[in-house]
Each structure stands twice: as C-alpha cells, then as structure tokens.
C-alpha cells in the first residue's frame, strides 16, 4: 500500500477513534452523571439566597399548607385509622376554615370492611366538598375484567376527563388500565388527578432513543397524560384548573397551553413521557419547604372550635389557601412516603406535591436550556480551549484552560440561581477531556517536528553529534574539552582539474555518490563525519562518541574507504564515467574538541595540531604515490592489524622535526 494512503487511513482510524471516544463520554456524562450535578446545583445554588437580594423566593408559597398525619397524630390513633378519623379534619375546613381548595394527598382503592360505617362517614364527608381533589394512579397493566375496565374507564371519563383538549400527537399512550375507586368514593369525589411521579434525569431526558434511563430521584412532574383517547391532568393541575377554568387546552411540541388564562406550561416530551422539571424550594428546619401544621392538631382545634373554644390552630390561617394533606411518619406503621429528591435524600412525599401545586400556581418554572444548545456551548467551549492550547505557550494556555474551565462553572451557578438550568458537568468533563487531547496533539506535533529537525540537521552535521547537543541543549555555549582523538582525512586525488572538464551536475552527481557510500562506513566504525571540505572529508573517532578501539577503528575504516572506491572506480569506468582515486591521511593525538565560533553561531568540531598533520599526511599521498599514510602514534595502535611500509625521516610541512610515516598496504579488518 502507498505510504501516503496508509498514513491518511492510519489519521482518519485515530480521528474516529477519538471522536467515538468524545461521543461515549458525552452520553455517558450527560446521562449518568449530569443529573447527579443538577440535584447538587439545585440544592446548593438555586434554593439558596444571597444576603443583597430581596426579591428571589426559596421557600415555598405562604399559599400552599400542609396538614401531616405525621408522629404525633399517629400516637393518639394508632394507624392504620378508620377513615371517620379524617372527618374532623375534613369539618374543621368545611364549617370553620375556608381554603381555596383541599387535596388529599392519598389514593384509596379498597374498602374497610371491618368499619363499613367508618367508610360512610368519610363519603359523606368527601360528598360534601366541592374543593375536595384525591389522586388516582393510571397503570400499564391490562384490566383483569375486559368488561368491569370498559365499563369503568366510560364512567371514569365522562366524569373526570379534561374538556376541549388539542393535542398535536405530543402525548404518548402508555396506561391500559387504572387502579379503580371503590364505587362509593367513585359516587362522592367530584375531582381527581393523576399523582405518578417518575424518578429520571432532567425534564424528560430520561431515555437513550427509547431505552429509559432511571435512577432513584425525583426531579419531574407529569401535568397531564392521555388514556384511553382521554386527557386527565395531575392533582396540582387540576387544582389550579379548578379555580381557573380553561376554555380550551393546546398541547404543542414544547407547552401546554391555556389562551384563555394567558398561561402556558414548557414541557419536554419524548416517547417516553412528557414531564416538566418541578422548581424546588429550600428546606425549613423540619425538612418541609411548606409550612406544615400536624393533623392531630387540627383534630383538637375541630373538638375546641365545636366547644367553643380557642383552637390550637387558627381556622383563619387557612383562609384561600391551597391545602395538601398527607401522611409522612419515617419510622413506622407503613406511613414512610419519604422521596428521593435533589434537596434532600428523604423528602416528604406531601411537601413534594406540594411543590408542584406551588409551581403550577405561581408559574413558578425552571427555565431548562434546550440539549441543542447545550451541545453548542460545549463545542464552542471545546473548540477555543483546543485552539488556545495549540497557539500558546505552556503556562498560558494552562492558565486559560483553568479559567475557562472555572469561568464556565461559576456562570453556571449564576444561571442556576437565576432559575436557568445548564449542563454543568459535562461541559466540564468535555473540557477537560479537550485539554489532555489538545496537550497530547501539541506535546505528539512538537516532537514529531523536532524529530524532523533533527533528520534534517543530521543531514548537515553528525548524528552523534547533533545527539549530543539535543541531550546538552540547556548547556549550549561556546567551549569544549581536551581529548585524545583519532583524526581521518580522505581526498579525491585531481577532482578539481578533472571537475573542469565536467558540468556542475555531474560533479554534483558523483560527489553525492561518492560520500553516500563513504558516510555508511565511517559511521559503522564509531567516526563522525567533521564535515566534508569541497571533495575532502574529515572524520574523527573517539569523541563524541567513546571509543576505546578509536585508532584501530580509523585505520580499519580507511582501508574500508579505499576498497569502497576501487568498487565505485570500476562502476563508473563501466559507465563511462573518470575515474577516481582517493588518499587517506589518519593522526592520533590530544586536540581540543567543542563549540567553536560566535555565541550567535556556533560548529562542533576539533582543532588542533593533531588535526593539522592528518590533512598533511594525506596530501603526502601525491609525493610518495600512496593512498593510506599514518602517524607514529597511529601506527603504535595497529602494528597488530595492519602491514605498513616505514617512510623514514619525512620532512612535514609546518613541523622542526622530520618524522616517520607509514603507508598502510593491508588492515586486518575482522574483530
């Protein structure tokens, strides 16, 4: 395969990978992890009140109360109670408080046979309320009784069900059956409303296509369902509908509308269910965001207000109020209707619908930011950190990505106190997610350019050299060090007057031939390429890299050298090419070797006396008709490996004293 495509292929597997990477921890973050940072904001951010503001609202609705069967009432009649208990409660708002309305926060569906005439007070009671609204439960079973279900769910719906409803398919139809009222409480309730209340994640989002995605919190409300081509709203719906009558009701894609009342309800639908996100409130001492007053108290204050006397609570509190009665004892006798909510782990079920009434009644919603544009804050977020890492430095880019990454969490927190839900966590794992890729990219980029500077440079300078200033670059400057080196000069013998007779291109050609050949064998011998000098080239073995055979290696590179060129002579012969001889020239000695030049520029190489005589020896190949000359003190290394002829008293350029010389004739070149 053509290394082009493959390396193309190789990019377009890494970025699919990466996307399908960024794409797992989106979904997993979003579905599994924001919800849990939702119900931190919401507790710790949005109920709360800064000392400044006068106007934000944390607490519930002074116009919603509570009533609570809770401890105390359930000590002075142990549970479970007749229902003729419920009477005094139901009298003392009837005859001597006067709410708006009264919701009983309770689902009856079985009579007490035991007390059949405790169940007739209670429907009578019931009977006499006209502001008097239980809940009901829808369920997805099947009716047991085909017969007894068709038969009830047409009562259920002439009596029940909304009016002039318009839904634009939004509703899902999901409940083939409902939990039935026994036929004397069906007789007396005049109004009733749906209490489901789903666990999931934030306002609808709580399926993966059509799978659901639930956990144990609630953080929903569901306002209204259809059954049975039948529209039926929640108790707070229902209570509110109660006293603002609509004419007609429009369900669209994202409300739930009521024209005639000005009002309007955001939803977030799916095919799952259709939910709105209930604004919760800050807790009181007695972990109730309503006030609440005990049920037991309101049964003294009836017998006290029959007597004539000063009730425990007064009627006139109650007075065009929303009241919600409820049972919430945690420890005992079946009576723990504890919820899981994002303000508090056990929260009670009454003060939840409570709540919802408060919401519905106040307009009181939370202003959730669409997915859509939560996936673009991301993204955008995602795309400046990328591009900041890549186009700054080290400490700037960190300190951008830190404050970015803060910066986006605290207007986070500011948009949760204002009621506006954004996704908070996974934004930030995102982020954070970016940040490593784009440091990783940046840290893969940098060193695949330093990688090619450093093939390029290997091209101008040694390898082993150019290592040695990549491991010492912090200690980069003029100066070097002392070192006994083994210094190696090779010459083509008449190239400059055989050059004139040759284009600039077939010089250029055969040089680069020629030193292509040379650079693999002096390399393999431990040397270093100094540099090459027009024709010449200068190596030297023992530094940078050490070498304890440097002499021998030299001399066994030389003789290497020439039997290369005897090859490349009879190649280019054959070719039509000149041919070429060269000379070699190797001295061993101390030369200073290092930095050399200005602080601005700079070459690593050696100089030195040593230097010198190796380029003297090898321009001796021309006098004496040789190819390979050494010093005395090369020689006294390879006397072992190498046969030499002794030139005697020669006569050096530059040097008092004459000196012996040594032509190599043959060099052992194995271990």
Same mark, same amino acid.
């Given at each position: 395969?053509?290394?082009?495509?493959?390396?193309?292929?190789?990019?377009?597997?890494?970025?699919?990978?990466?996307?399908?990477?960024?794409?797992?921890?989106?979904?997993?973050?979003?579905?599994?992890?924001?919800?849990?940072?939702?119900?931190?904001?919401?507790?710790?951010?949005?109920?709360?009140?800064?000392?400044?503001?006068?106007?934000?609202?944390?607490?519930?609705?002074?116009?919603?109360?509570?009533?609570?069967?809770?401890?105390?009432?359930?000590?002075?009649?142990?549970?479970?109670?007749?229902?003729?208990?419920?009477?005094?409660?139901?009298?003392?708002?009837?005859?001597?408080?006067?709410?708006?309305?009264?919701?009983?926060?309770?689902?009856?569906?079985?009579?007490?046979?035991?007390?059949?005439?405790?169940?007739?007070?209670?429907?009578?009671?019931?009977?006499?309320?006209?502001?008097?609204?239980?809940?009901?439960?829808?369920?997805?079973?099947?009716?047991?009784?085909?017969?007894?279900?068709?038969?009830?769910?047409?009562?259920?719906?002439?009596?029940?069900?909304?009016?002039?409803?318009?839904?634009?398919?939004?509703?899902?139809?999901?409940?083939?059956?409902?939990?039935?009222?026994?036929?004397?409480?069906?007789?007396?309730?005049?109004?009733?409303?749906?209490?489901?209340?789903?666990?999931?994640?934030?306002?609808?989002?709580?399926?993966?296509?059509?799978?659901?995605?639930?956990?144990?919190?609630?953080?929903?409300?569901?306002?209204?369902?259809?059954?049975?081509?039948?529209?039926?709203?929640?108790?707070?719906?229902?209570?509110?509908?109660?006293?603002?009558?609509?004419?007609?009701?429009?369900?669209?894609?994202?409300?739930?509308?009521?024209?005639?009342?000005?009002?309007?309800?955001?939803?977030?639908?799916?095919?799952?269910?259709?939910?709105?996100?209930?604004?919760?409130?800050?807790?009181?001492?007695?972990?109730?965001?309503?006030?609440?007053?005990?049920?037991?108290?309101?049964?003294?204050?009836?017998?006290?207000?029959?007597?004539?006397?000063?009730?425990?609570?007064?009627?006139?509190?109650?007075?065009?109020?929303?009241?919600?009665?409820?049972?919430?004892?945690?420890?005992?006798?079946?009576?723990?209707?504890?919820?899981?909510?994002?303000?508090?782990?056990?929260?009670?079920?009454?003060?939840?619908?409570?709540?919802?009434?408060?919401?519905?009644?106040?307009?009181?919603?939370?202003?959730?930011?669409?997915?859509?544009?939560?996936?673009?804050?991301?993204?955008?977020?995602?795309?400046?950190?990328?591009? !900041?890492?890549? %186009?700054?430095?080290?400490? +700037?880019?960190?300190?951008? @990505? =830190?404050?970015?990454? &803060? /910066?986006?969490?605290?207007?986070?927190?500011?948009?949760?106190?204002?009621?506006?839900?954004?996704?908070?966590?996974?934004?930030?794992?995102?982020?954070?997610?970016?940040?490593?890729?784009?440091?990783?990219?940046?840290?893969?980029?940098?060193?695949?350019?330093?990688?090619?500077?450093?093939?390029?440079?290997?091209?101008?300078?040694?390898?082993?050299?150019?290592?040695?200033?990549?491991?010492?670059?912090?200690?980069?400057?003029?100066?070097?060090?002392?070192?006994?080196?083994?210094?190696?000069?090779?010459?083509?013998?008449?190239?400059?007057?055989?050059?004139?007779?040759?284009?600039?291109?077939?010089?250029?050609?055969?040089?680069?031939?020629?030193?292509?050949?040379?650079?693999?064998?002096? !390399?393999?011998? %431990?040397?270093?390429?100094? +540099?090459?000098?027009?024709? @010449? =080239?200068?190596?030297? &073995? /023992?530094?940078?890299?050490?070498?304890?055979?440097?002499?021998?290696?030299?001399?066994?590179?030389?003789?290497?050298?020439?039997?290369?060129?005897?090859?490349?002579?009879?190649?280019?012969?054959?070719?039509?090419?000149?041919?070429?001889?060269?000379?070699?020239?190797?001295?061993?000695?101390?030369?200073?070797?290092?930095?050399?030049?200005?602080?601005?520029?700079?070459?690593?190489?050696?100089?030195?006396?040593?230097?010198?005589?190796?380029?003297?020896?090898?321009?001796?190949?021309?006098?004496?008709?040789?190819?390979?000359?050494?010093?005395?003190?090369?020689?006294?290394?390879?006397?072992?490996?190498?046969?030499?002829?002794?030139?005697?008293?020669?006569?050096?350029?530059?040097?008092?004293?004459?000196?012996?010389?040594?032509?190599?004739? +043959?060099?052992?070149?194995?271990?």
């Amino acid at each position: 395969m053509n290394k082009g495509i493959y390396s193309k292929i190789k990019l377009l597997a890494l970025w699919i990978l990466l996307f399908a990477v960024f794409g797992i921890v989106y979904i997993f973050t979003y579905h599994f992890a924001e919800p849990k940072a939702y119900d931190f904001m919401v507790k710790n951010v949005l109920t709360q009140k800064l000392p400044f503001d006068k106007y934000k609202q944390v607490y519930g609705s002074d116009d919603v109360v509570l009533i609570v069967i809770d401890i105390q009432s359930v000590k002075k009649y142990r549970w479970p109670w007749k229902r003729e208990l419920y009477c005094d409660i139901f009298e003392y708002f009837t005859q001597y408080a006067k709410p708006k309305i009264v919701i009983h926060d309770s689902i009856l569906v079985a009579l007490d046979k035991d007390n059949p005439q405790s169940d007739s007070k209670y429907f009578k009671s019931v009977g006499e309320m006209d502001n008097f609204i239980t809940g009901f439960i829808p369920s997805a079973q099947e009716w047991e009784n085909k017969e007894f279900g068709k038969q009830y769910d047409f009562e259920f719906q002439k009596k029940y069900a909304l009016k002039n409803v318009f839904d634009s398919n939004i509703l899902p139809e999901l409940f083939n059956s409902i939990l039935p009222f026994p036929k004397p409480y069906f007789d007396v309730v005049k109004k009733t409303g749906i209490v489901i209340t789903p666990t999931g994640a934030i306002s609808g989002d709580m399926t993966i296509g059509n799978i659901p995605i639930f956990d144990s919190v609630l953080r929903n409300h569901i306002p209204i369902i259809k059954y049975k081509n039948a529209y039926y709203p929640s108790v707070g719906l229902e209570a509110f509908l109660t006293l603002n009558p609509a004419d007609k009701i429009l369900i669209s894609k994202h409300y739930i509308e009521f024209p005639n009342l000005n009002y309007k309800i955001k939803h977030s639908s799916s095919d799952f269910i259709l939910t709105v996100p209930v604004r919760f409130y800050k807790l009181y001492d007695n972990q109730y965001s309503h006030k609440y007053y005990s049920a037991i108290d309101i049964m003294k204050s009836t017998e006290l207000l029959k007597q004539k006397q000063q009730p425990l609570i007064n009627p006139e509190i109650f007075k065009d109020k929303i009241v919600v009665l409820g049972a919430n004892v945690p420890a005992g006798a079946g009576l723990n209707d504890n919820k899981s909510t994002p303000v508090r782990g056990e929260h009670p079920g009454v003060d939840f619908q409570a709540t919802i009434i408060d919401n519905i009644f106040h307009n009181d919603y939370l202003n959730v930011l669409p997915k859509w544009a939560n996936f673009i804050i991301t993204i955008l977020g995602m795309l400046a950190l990328y591009f !900041t890492v890549k %186009n700054t430095g080290l400490i +700037k880019s960190v300190i951008s @990505a =830190i404050l970015l990454i &803060f /910066g986006y969490i605290l207007a986070g927190m500011v948009c949760f106190y204002f009621l506006c839900v954004i996704n908070i966590l996974t934004p930030v794992v995102m982020f954070i997610l970016t940040t490593i890729v784009a440091y990783t990219a940046k840290y893969a980029s940098e060193n695949k350019s330093k990688e090619q500077v450093k093939f390029a440079m290997g091209k101008y300078m040694s390898h082993d050299v150019m290592q040695d200033v990549v491991k010492n670059i912090d200690n980069l400057g003029l100066g070097g060090k002392k070192s006994v080196v083994t210094v190696l000069f090779a010459d083509i013998r008449g190239f400059t007057s055989m050059s004139e007779k040759m284009s600039a291109q077939q010089v250029s050609e055969i040089l680069n031939e020629y030193f292509s050949e040379m650079e693999p064998i002096i !390399t393999s011998y %431990n040397g270093i390429i100094n +540099k090459f000098i027009g024709d @010449a =080239i200068m190596a030297v &073995f /023992g530094e940078p890299i050490q070498d304890e055979k440097h002499v021998q290696n030299a001399v066994k590179c030389g003789y290497a050298m020439l039997e290369r060129v005897e090859k490349l002579r009879r190649k280019w012969t054959s070719a039509g090419k000149p041919e070429i001889q060269i000379g070699v020239g190797i001295n061993t000695g101390e030369v200073f070797i290092g930095n050399i030049g200005s602080v601005n520029r700079m070459e690593y190489t050696v100089i030195g006396d040593t230097v010198n005589l190796a380029s003297r020896l090898e321009s001796y190949n021309k006098i004496y008709k040789t190819k390979m000359l050494i010093s005395t003190s090369t020689y006294k290394k390879v006397k072992d490996i190498a046969d030499v002829i002794k030139i005697p008293d020669v006569q050096i350029r530059g040097k008092a004293n004459k000196m012996d010389i040594y032509e190599v004739l +043959k060099v052992k070149l194995g271990n």
